[in-house]
């Protein structure tokens, strides 16, 4: 739980910072092409590139706050009532038995309740396909732990 807590608010703050840099960047009217033109078609290129970059860290933001800030703002109620999606079942797809190294692992697990098919990443030892697993984890993120 405190790994999901870190990981959460560490992307958040992560986010707000890149936010904060843009936004100053934007109010200093910073340049992303620190050279000066010699030619005045040069400057006239250098414009539209700058333009153009402007516009693809934009895009680029809105992207990042779509996927990966929304679901984790979404998912602090979760966090903080510690009210988790818990999940008992078979595991499907992902598995990775007799891997002992910890990584960021994907599995899908098929509820034994509902028969649904819950797909969550976790950081952890690989687990057999077909294991019986208990795993709760943050609905929007799809981020969790293995209980047992």
């Excluded at 340049?31 to 030619?39: D, E, L, N, T």
């Excluded at 005045?40 to 402007?54: G, H, S």
């Excluded at 396909?129 to 732990?145: A, D, K, S, V």
Aim: with cysteine; aromatic share 10%.
């Amino acid at each position: 739980m405190a790994f999901l807590m870190f990981r959460t608010f560490g992307i958040l703050f992560l986010s707000g910072t890149i936010l904060v840099m843009y936004l100053l960047r934007i109010k200093k009217k910073g340049k992303f092409i620190k050279r000066k033109a010699v030619q005045e078609e040069e400057k006239a290129e250098y414009d539209e590139w700058e333009r153009l970059i402007q516009i693809m860290a934009t895009v680029g933001l809105l992207i990042y706050g779509l996927l990966v800030a929304v679901p984790c703002v979404l998912d602090i109620p979760y966090l903080l009532s510690g009210n988790l999606v818990e999940v008992t079942g078979e595991v499907t797809q992902g598995a990775m038995a007799g891997e002992g190294a910890n990584s960021e692992r994907r599995i899908h697990i098929r509820d034994e309740k509902t028969g649904e098919e819950h797909s969550v990443k976790y950081w952890g030892t690989g687990s057999g396909l077909g294991e019986q697993i208990t795993i709760r984890y943050l609905p929007h993120t799809e981020y969790g732990y293995v209980v047992q």
